[in-house]
């Protein structure tokens, strides 16, 4: 396993000092002394990201094809070696660790597809009118390119789809853009892995010098020497607001600002309503617990709030949930610090008076989380903003309303979120209509009886939100759309046929002066 930075072709371990990835089940250092970047590596890595951009962005479609195809065989032929070291460095299950690392090679495969398609260019012609009068047109050709470098954050609950080789990297290197990953600490060995195999790639398929680095960090000074950078071009980020919200206001101070698009979570409300609680208890429950423990709750999109109307058959769901959730075995969690992170939100939860927290299936072990159930009234949790921050964990907290117009109130009182969901019978649909019509406003995607865990990776899927979901609602972090986040446009005017090598490579036209 190579435990240097990786710059390009290039390892490099300047810095002396070691950094180790931690198994969290056993607390233990795990095998492999990775060398931190220094800041003369960091200037290294993001100079020959600039110089590779200049030949990346105008290689050809095929080519840039074939390169995210090979880390994709790549990762599969890791085999058991990748699955074993993520499941150390996470605690997650192999069952979790195998279906992420198959969605992680669907998106470079659907990522190949979609840069040999060219569509992402959105070439719009409108061609000139000299006849016209008062003025005649000019002819104008527009097209998106790459912006040029862009930093990947690795993620922590994410060490493969939202990491190394993840969505954040697939749409940058699809888009043209050479991309430099800060490791998460957490896996460390699971990122050496696949930043080899990414350089393999690069390599064998005949890509510039540093179109892909990997950078070790020992503390947030590596990610702020990236973002600050003058040639960064863009960030890509998944994790905490408040490490988000750093980024975004790094990026924003810079001479020359940069977007930093930032998915930092989100409390993901599920509105329940009666009749429905009243006809699919059991199935809601089931339904519920599942979203709220899977990957023992360490998902954006598990649902952190429940909205219903506080009557017997609310009152019976909340029992068929609490005794399932206590029957939920308590699990390792990512790392130690995300473990004291739940810990410390379920005990700020617990500090507000009104708040009942359910009989949890308790334990004293500190890295393990177990699932837990909130209850509070909706007077309570509209006056208090604590309550309506993200716990990051297996914990769900229940909001009871008077009534329908009270839901109302709660969803207008609620941020910005990655998703919304309505359970209702056909009856309600009314009230679907009415709920639906605040949401638009406050969330990415929208889900009519479901969970909001399980985000298919496709052209129509919006993963992302208004603030503080993410920094930039206009744009999603997961599926096809990913890339536009790495594109500007730019319109030629009046430009012979000869010098526009894109369009022609575009438009199946032979003459081209400028291409490789
Ligand atoms: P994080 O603290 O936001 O860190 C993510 C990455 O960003 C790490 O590489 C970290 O560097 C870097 N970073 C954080 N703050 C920075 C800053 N001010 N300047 C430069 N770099 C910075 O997230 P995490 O480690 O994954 O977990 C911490 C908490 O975030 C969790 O307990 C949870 O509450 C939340 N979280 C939410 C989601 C979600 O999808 N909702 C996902 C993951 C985490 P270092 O490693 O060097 O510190």
Request: one cysteine or more; proline letters at 6%; aromatic letters at 6%.
């Given at each position: 396993m190579i435990t240097q930075n990786i710059i390009g072709f290039e390892l490099s371990s300047q810095s002396s000092e070691k950094i180790y990835a931690v198994d969290?089940?056993?607390?233990i250092n795990l095998p492999g002394a990775f060398s931190p970047a220094t800041k003369d590596e960091v200037d290294r890595a993001v100079q020959k990201a600039q110089s590779a951009w200049r030949i990346y962005r105008n290689i050809e479609s095929k080519r840039k094809a074939l390169f995210l195809t090979s880390i994709a065989e790549g990762i599969e032929n890791l085999g058991d070696v990748l699955v074993k070291r993520v499941m150390q460095e996470t605690g997650y299950t192999e069952a979790r660790v195998l279906v992420e690392r198959r969605r992680t090679c669907t998106q470079l495969r659907m990522f190949a597809e979609i840069v040999e398609k060219e569509v992402w260019r959105d070439i719009t012609i409108d061609e000139a009118l000299p006849e016209r009068t008062p003025a005649p047109r000019p002819d104008l050709r527009k097209i998106n390119v790459a912006i040029g470098p862009v930093i990947v954050f690795a993620a922590s609950n994410f060490p493969l789809a939202y990491s190394t080789a993840g969505g954040d990297t697939a749409s940058a290197l699809a888009a043209g853009c050479p991309v430099i990953v800060k490791a998460h600490e957490s896996h460390l060995g699971t990122n050496a892995l696949v930043a080899e195999v990414i350089m393999n790639a690069a390599m064998n398929t005949g890509m510039?010098?540093?179109v892909f680095s990997s950078l070790n960090g020992d503390g947030i000074e590596t990610g702020q020497q990236l973002v600050m950078h003058p040639m960064t071009a863009g960030v890509g980020f998944t994790g905490s607001l408040k490490g988000g919200r750093a980024l975004f206001d790094l990026g924003n101070k810079r001479l020359k600002p940069i977007p930093v698009f930032a998915e930092m979570g989100s409390t993901n409300p599920v509105f329940l309503l009666p009749q429905k609680v009243a006809q699919d208890a059991q199935k809601i429950s089931s339904q519920l617990v599942e979203s709220i423990t899977?990957?023992?709750?360490?998902?954006?999109?598990?649902?952190g709030i429940l909205v219903a109307i506080d009557n017997f058959e609310t009152q019976h769901l909340i029992a068929l949930l609490e005794a399932t959730l206590a029957q939920i075995t308590p699990a390792v969690m990512l790392n130690e610090s995300i473990a004291h992170n739940f810990h410390k939100g379920v005990t700020a939860v617990q500090a507000e008076s009104t708040v009942r927290l359910s009989e949890s299936?308790?334990?004293?072990?500190?890295?393990l989380g177990s699932a837990l159930l909130a209850i509070v009234n909706a007077d309570m949790f509209i006056a208090n903003p604590r309550l309506h921050q993200e716990v990051f964990g297996p914990f769900s907290l229940m909001v009871l309303c008077k009534d329908f117009a009270q839901m109302l109130d709660v969803a207008q009182s609620l941020d910005g979120q990655l998703t919304a969901t309505v359970q209702a019978t056909q009856d309600e649909l009314l009230w679907v209509h009415q709920l639906t019509d605040i949401m638009i406003e406050k969330a990415g995607r929208i889900i009519f009886n479901?969970?909001?865990?399980?985000v298919e990776v496709s052209a129509a899927m919006t993963h992302g939100g208004p603030y503080p979901a993410s920094t930039d609602s206009r744009f999603t972090a997961v599926g096809n759309s990913a890339i536009r986040r790495w594109l500007r446009p730019v319109t030629f005017q009046n430009?012979?046929?000869?010098?526009l090598p894109e369009f022609n490579a575009i438009l199946d036209k032979p003459n081209n002066p400028i291409n490789p």
């Amino acid at each position: 396993m190579i435990t240097q930075n990786i710059i390009g072709f290039e390892l490099s371990s300047q810095s002396s000092e070691k950094i180790y990835a931690v198994d969290p089940a056993h607390q233990i250092n795990l095998p492999g002394a990775f060398s931190p970047a220094t800041k003369d590596e960091v200037d290294r890595a993001v100079q020959k990201a600039q110089s590779a951009w200049r030949i990346y962005r105008n290689i050809e479609s095929k080519r840039k094809a074939l390169f995210l195809t090979s880390i994709a065989e790549g990762i599969e032929n890791l085999g058991d070696v990748l699955v074993k070291r993520v499941m150390q460095e996470t605690g997650y299950t192999e069952a979790r660790v195998l279906v992420e690392r198959r969605r992680t090679c669907t998106q470079l495969r659907m990522f190949a597809e979609i840069v040999e398609k060219e569509v992402w260019r959105d070439i719009t012609i409108d061609e000139a009118l000299p006849e016209r009068t008062p003025a005649p047109r000019p002819d104008l050709r527009k097209i998106n390119v790459a912006i040029g470098p862009v930093i990947v954050f690795a993620a922590s609950n994410f060490p493969l789809a939202y990491s190394t080789a993840g969505g954040d990297t697939a749409s940058a290197l699809a888009a043209g853009c050479p991309v430099i990953v800060k490791a998460h600490e957490s896996h460390l060995g699971t990122n050496a892995l696949v930043a080899e195999v990414i350089m393999n790639a690069a390599m064998n398929t005949g890509m510039p010098d540093g179109v892909f680095s990997s950078l070790n960090g020992d503390g947030i000074e590596t990610g702020q020497q990236l973002v600050m950078h003058p040639m960064t071009a863009g960030v890509g980020f998944t994790g905490s607001l408040k490490g988000g919200r750093a980024l975004f206001d790094l990026g924003n101070k810079r001479l020359k600002p940069i977007p930093v698009f930032a998915e930092m979570g989100s409390t993901n409300p599920v509105f329940l309503l009666p009749q429905k609680v009243a006809q699919d208890a059991q199935k809601i429950s089931s339904q519920l617990v599942e979203s709220i423990t899977i990957s023992t709750g360490q998902f954006c999109t598990k649902p952190g709030i429940l909205v219903a109307i506080d009557n017997f058959e609310t009152q019976h769901l909340i029992a068929l949930l609490e005794a399932t959730l206590a029957q939920i075995t308590p699990a390792v969690m990512l790392n130690e610090s995300i473990a004291h992170n739940f810990h410390k939100g379920v005990t700020a939860v617990q500090a507000e008076s009104t708040v009942r927290l359910s009989e949890s299936n308790s334990n004293n072990d500190l890295i393990l989380g177990s699932a837990l159930l909130a209850i509070v009234n909706a007077d309570m949790f509209i006056a208090n903003p604590r309550l309506h921050q993200e716990v990051f964990g297996p914990f769900s907290l229940m909001v009871l309303c008077k009534d329908f117009a009270q839901m109302l109130d709660v969803a207008q009182s609620l941020d910005g979120q990655l998703t919304a969901t309505v359970q209702a019978t056909q009856d309600e649909l009314l009230w679907v209509h009415q709920l639906t019509d605040i949401m638009i406003e406050k969330a990415g995607r929208i889900i009519f009886n479901g969970v909001p865990t399980g985000v298919e990776v496709s052209a129509a899927m919006t993963h992302g939100g208004p603030y503080p979901a993410s920094t930039d609602s206009r744009f999603t972090a997961v599926g096809n759309s990913a890339i536009r986040r790495w594109l500007r446009p730019v319109t030629f005017q009046n430009f012979p046929e000869g010098l526009l090598p894109e369009f022609n490579a575009i438009l199946d036209k032979p003459n081209n002066p400028i291409n490789p």
